[in-house]
């Protein structure tokens, strides 16, 4: 597709989208405007007829002042004097004032004289629902005179006759000076005639007719106006609407609905304004469109043509001497004469180019060859840390295992004494190798974390637990604050977070010879779904001085060489625990003075759990080499256990640890062994290493696991029981039909009743 082409289409594009927005703003800015104003003028309109009629009350109720509030009218309630009927009440003054009725009442409601003509027949007439008698609490003569003057109390309205609707109104009779006692009451009324309403319609300009409520057919639209209190329009096709407002009776009842039909002119007008500036915007928009392509055409397309076509002739037939000399002084003019200085730059650099590429080709080569001995030592390296982890655990597997069954024994102090040396050296140099794994892990960018839900003061209770003893060993004070606002149902890796304050709080123990050590937990943020929690570790130890706390989380680094003579300690700890924090979105830090304690402090992100999530794995958990109370001897020599490790030292110190909860257990050396004790005893466990000679643990439970073997149980419980502590280790042992996995050196304590 041409540049020409793809211009037009993007033009065309523009144009539409030009149009749209105009059509958009139009239909959902200018249109609803014409659409309200047409309601807002529909609703006046509406209330129009129903003002005018409230004005009729209003006049009939001011005429009506001038009679009830005379001495003639006050003193005729009491004398009833026909004279006063004769000279005041006579035909014309219904007909000069536009009266249909006139009663008058006194306070019991008794009618001390009424009137009733038909105006245009001029007879007498009988308006049957006005009663010869009213109760007291009938609205036209009962008045709430509560808080009122005299002159304010007044009752108009719509009195609904089987006729036509009546309007009437009612004061209280009076002196002149508007005062009382209330005498009684005085009622004039006019019907709302076709004349009336035919006055209205000129006086207001809008066509509408009265209906009763009983006979109108749509209930909806009355349910409509009775709960709005106001009129409602009711749209009938594009031309016409109609609007409906009601009118309510004496009582408060619905009496009268006013049905006004009206021409929609201002939205047809709204309509027709959108037609012309449709119109004109496709006009202006084709002329716009034809305009810019006769534009773009002589200063963009035609040189750009031009420059296309010569790269291409150059391309094709690799001419580097071919030029454009383009004459023009604009940016053409420039882009044509600065490629054909590119031309005659990239003749020259060829050369160089082609020496330049044969050397990046052997270097390329060294480089493939730097990778794959940089990736082979590292592959190198992964295996060696995992052999010697397996060659140091076996061995330590023995030592801790065996001092710990010799502490069980009958020594004298001395020799316990030298047994608890073994055994506390045994336990540092596994936290040193743990440390050298965990330090290799982060190194390699390889450490795992495990997303688990935890209980945090589960997780503080554990820690502090352990480090309360060695605290109390020492003589110093131990502490341990949670703020109140810390949620302690969160997600993370629990493992880890216990590594960080076990290392920290064990620092701040040995640096610390009396005083104080606390752990303290708050809470730095906070979101709906995640928790920055910060833990400070403070003690009253022998400082740090500013020059070295840069040194603090070195690896392999303590700050002063006398402290790591008097303290020890190979410095990994803290670097590992900075790393540990960096890796979870957390920073580290310390403040302390020379002489004055330390606080070292760090911070870390946590999920918060859902509400209904699994609890806590740390709370009651059980270990892999868990027994049952609920077995007497009899039943656990029915279990039989087969321990399978290549190392003597081991067997016997697994068999021991079984033979004292009362266990039968057989040992052997490798996986062939172990296949065939299978296939003559019915084991109930077997307890698996996984480097052998022979056949190892992974090829033994392959075998097991397979129906093909002859092995009594192919779903005996198999757990590894191993040396190997590195990455994927546990995962490859799970994948490959294992049940459990363990790591060595396992320690007597490790083993629970559960």
């Known amino acids: 597709m041409s540049l020409k082409i793809k211009t037009t289409l993007v033009l065309l594009f523009i144009i539409f989208i030009y149009v749209i927005a105009h059509m958009s703003i139009e239909r959902?800015?200018?249109?609803?405007?014409?659409?309200?104003?047409?309601?807002?003028?529909?609703?006046?309109?509406?209330?129009?007829?129903?003002?005018?009629?409230?004005?009729?009350?209003?006049?009939?109720?001011t005429f009506l002042h001038d009679w009830s509030a005379w001495d003639v009218t006050y003193d005729f309630i009491v004398t009833k004097s026909p004279d006063f009927v004769e000279s005041n009440i006579v035909y014309s003054t219904f007909y000069d004032n536009t009266l249909n009725m006139i009663y008058f009442c006194d306070t019991q409601g008794q009618i001390v004289?009424?009137?009733?003509?038909?105006?245009?027949?001029?007879?007498?007439?009988?308006?049957?629902?006005?009663?010869?008698?009213?109760?007291?609490?009938?609205?036209?003569?009962?008045?709430?005179?509560?808080?009122?003057?005299?002159?304010?109390?007044?009752?108009?309205?719509?009195?609904?006759?089987?006729?036509?609707?009546?309007?009437?109104?009612?004061?209280?009779?009076?002196?002149?000076?508007?005062?009382?006692?209330?005498r009684?009451?005085?009622?004039?009324?006019?019907?709302?005639?076709?004349?009336?309403?035919?006055?209205?319609?000129?006086?207001?300009?809008?066509?509408?007719?009265?209906?009763?409520?009983?006979?109108?057919?749509?209930?909806?639209?009355?349910?409509?106006?009775?709960?709005?209190?106001?009129?409602?329009?009711?749209?009938?096709?594009?031309?016409?609407?109609?609007?409906?407002?009601?009118?309510?009776?004496?009582?408060?009842?619905?009496?009268?609905?006013i049905k006004s039909v009206m021409e929609r002119k201002i939205a047809q007008k709204g309509f027709e304004i959108m037609r012309y500036a449709l119109f004109s915007t496709l006009f202006f928009g084709l002329c716009m469109l034809f305009g810019i392509i006769i534009i773009l055409h002589n200063i963009?397309?035609?040189?750009?043509?031009?420059?296309?076509?010569?790269?291409?002739?150059?391309?094709?037939t690799g001419n580097l001497n071919s030029r454009l000399n383009l004459q023009r002084k604009d940016e053409f003019g420039i882009l044509a004469s600065r490629f054909d200085d590119l031309l005659s730059n990239i003749e020259s650099k060829t050369i160089e180019l082609e020496t330049a590429n044969s050397e990046l080709s052997k270097t390329v080569k060294n480089e493939k060859k730097l990778?794959?001995?940089?990736?082979?030592?590292?592959?190198?390296?992964?295996?060696?840390?995992?052999?010697?982890?397996?060659?140091?655990?076996?061995?330590?597997?023995?030592?801790?295992?065996?001092?710990?069954?010799?502490?069980?024994?009958?020594?004298?102090?001395?020799?316990?004494?030298?047994?608890?040396?073994?055994?506390?050296?045994?336990?540092?140099?596994?936290?040193?190798?743990?440390?050298?794994?965990?330090?290799?892990?982060?190194?390699?960018?390889?450490?795992?974390?495990?997303?688990?839900?935890?209980?945090?003061?589960?997780?503080?209770?554990?820690?502090?637990?352990?480090?309360?003893?060695?605290?109390?060993?020492?003589?110093l004070q131990f502490e341990k604050v949670i703020d109140e606002?810390?949620?302690?149902?969160?997600?993370?890796?629990?493992?880890?977070?216990?590594?960080?304050?076990?290392?920290?709080?064990?620092?701040?123990i040995k640096f610390t010879s009396k005083g104080c050590v606390a752990i303290r937990i708050s809470l730095e943020n906070e979101t709906t779904t995640h928790s920055t929690l910060k833990f400070t570790i403070k003690d009253d130890?022998?400082?740090?001085?500013?020059?070295?706390?840069?040194?603090?989380?070195?690896?392999?680094?303590?700050?002063?060489?006398?402290?790591?003579?008097?303290?020890?300690?190979?410095?990994?700890?803290?670097?590992i625990s900075k790393q540990l924090v960096k890796l979870m979105g957390g920073r580290i830090g310390v403040e302390s003075e020379k002489g004055k304690g330390a606080t070292v402090w760090f911070t870390i992100v946590l999920e918060k759990q859902e509400l209904g999530n699994v609890p806590d794995p740390y709370e009651n958990q059980v270990n892999v080499f868990s027994v049952s109370h609920g077995l007497s001897n009899k039943d656990k020599q029915k279990i039989r256990i087969l321990v399978v490790?290549?190392?003597?030292?081991?067997?016997?110190?697994?068999?021991?640890?079984?033979?004292?909860?009362?266990?039968?257990?057989?040992?052997?050396?490798?996986?062939?062994?172990?296949?065939?004790?299978?296939?003559?005893?019915?084991?109930?466990?077997?307890?698996?290493?996984?480097?052998?000679?022979?056949?190892?643990?992974?090829?033994?439970?392959?075998?097991?696991?397979?129906?093909?073997?002859?092995?009594?149980?192919?779903?005996?419980?198999?757990?590894?029981?191993?040396?190997?502590?590195m990455k994927g280790d546990r995962e490859k042992c799970i994948e490959t039909g294992m049940n459990d996995y363990v790591t060595k050196p396992i320690k007597h304590s490790m083993i629970q009743f559960s």
């Open 541 to 575: 130890g022998i400082g740090i001085s500013k020059k070295q706390q840069e040194n603090l989380f070195k690896s392999f680094s303590q700050v002063d060489v006398s402290i790591t003579r008097k303290y020890g300690g190979t410095g990994l700890g803290l670097a």
């Open 184 to 257: 009684g009451s005085l009622i004039m009324g006019r019907f709302l005639t076709p004349n009336i309403i035919k006055n209205i319609v000129n006086q207001t300009e809008v066509q509408f007719e009265v209906i009763f409520v009983d006979n109108f057919s749509d209930k909806s639209i009355i349910k409509r106006l009775e709960d709005s209190n106001k009129s409602y329009i009711k749209i009938i096709n594009d031309k016409s609407l109609n609007a409906y407002a009601l009118i309510k009776d004496i009582t408060g009842k619905p009496a009268l609905v």
């Open 300 to 316: 963009i397309l035609k040189p750009v043509s031009l420059l296309t076509n010569h790269t291409l002739s150059v391309g094709n």
């Open 485 to 508: 606002e810390v949620p302690y149902l969160l997600k993370g890796d629990p493992g880890r977070l216990r590594q960080i304050l076990l290392n920290l709080t064990n620092n701040a």
């Open 28 to 61: 959902y800015i200018i249109l609803p405007g014409f659409l309200s104003l047409e309601i807002t003028e529909a609703e006046k309109n509406a209330r129009r007829p129903v003002q005018a009629i409230q004005r009729e009350i209003h006049h009939l109720t």
């Open 113 to 182: 004289w009424k009137g009733s003509y038909d105006l245009e027949s001029e007879k007498k007439i009988i308006i049957p629902e006005m009663p010869d008698l009213f109760e007291k609490d009938h609205p036209l003569i009962s008045f709430k005179i509560k808080n009122k003057e005299l002159t304010d109390i007044k009752i108009s309205g719509i009195y609904m006759t089987s006729g036509l609707p009546l309007l009437v109104a009612s004061r209280p009779i009076l002196t002149n000076e508007n005062k009382g006692p209330i």
């Open 371 to 475: 990778a794959r001995e940089a990736e082979q030592a590292n592959i190198a390296k992964s295996q060696f840390l995992a052999n010697m982890s397996h060659e140091i655990r076996t061995p330590m597997n023995g030592i801790i295992g065996m001092s710990g069954l010799l502490l069980e024994t009958k020594l004298n102090s001395e020799q316990k004494e030298y047994s608890q040396t073994v055994q506390s050296s045994a336990d540092y140099l596994l936290s040193i190798i743990n440390d050298i794994l965990d330090f290799s892990k982060i190194e390699a960018g390889k450490l795992e974390f495990e997303i688990l839900n935890f209980n945090l003061r589960t997780i503080l209770e554990k820690s502090a637990s352990t480090m309360t003893l060695k605290a109390q060993e020492k003589g």
């Open 645 to 725: 490790d290549d190392n003597i030292v081991n067997q016997k110190l697994a068999l021991i640890y079984l033979k004292q909860y009362g266990f039968m257990a057989d040992s052997v050396a490798n996986g062939l062994e172990a296949i065939s004790a299978l296939e003559m005893i019915d084991y109930n466990v077997v307890l698996m290493d996984v480097q052998m000679p022979e056949m190892d643990g992974f090829e033994a439970t392959r075998t097991i696991r397979s129906s093909t073997s002859k092995v009594k149980n192919h779903e005996v419980p198999i757990i590894a029981m191993t040396a190997r502590a």
